[in-house]
């Protein structure tokens, strides 16, 4: 699904790795999962603000969610956790549902992290032009 002329505040690098999804106790919130308070999710994208999600749950905009990501990928040796938000979720016909999450006061270090990997990949991408020799 293209979005023509993109708003996102930062810039977003595709992904295809998993992530504990896991909705906290104690805040108040009014949802739970039909299978416990986590499920697996894949994340499609990432950058410095937030993710794409693609989950075979619903949640609902709004919702607070604690997120867990390994930490390899990054060149970190343990995992990564932090709260997000979730902005949008939106059924993918036979393709579970995809969401948008933004990050909630993530850490300077978790940040700086995130944007190493982004411009690291970014460095590892094939030219999009052949220059003439």
Do not use: W
């Amino acid at each position: 699904m293209s979005r023509g002329n993109d708003t996102r505040r930062a810039a977003r690098h595709n992904t295809d790795f998993k992530v504990q999804c896991e909705i906290p106790e104690g805040l108040k919130q009014t949802f739970s999962l039909a299978s416990g308070n986590s499920c697996e999710v894949i994340a499609k994208d990432i950058s410095e603000s937030g993710m794409g999600l693609v989950s075979e749950c619903f949640f609902p905009r709004g919702l607070i969610v604690n997120l867990k990501i390994g930490g390899k990928a990054f060149g970190l040796e343990g995992d990564m956790l932090f709260r997000a938000e979730i902005c949008h979720c939106r059924n993918q016909i036979g393709q579970g549902y995809l969401c948008g999450v933004k990050f909630i006061d993530l850490s300077p270090n978790y940040k700086k992290t995130i944007a190493e990997f982004i411009a690291d990949c970014e460095r590892r991408k094939s030219p999009r032009i052949k220059l003439a020799d």
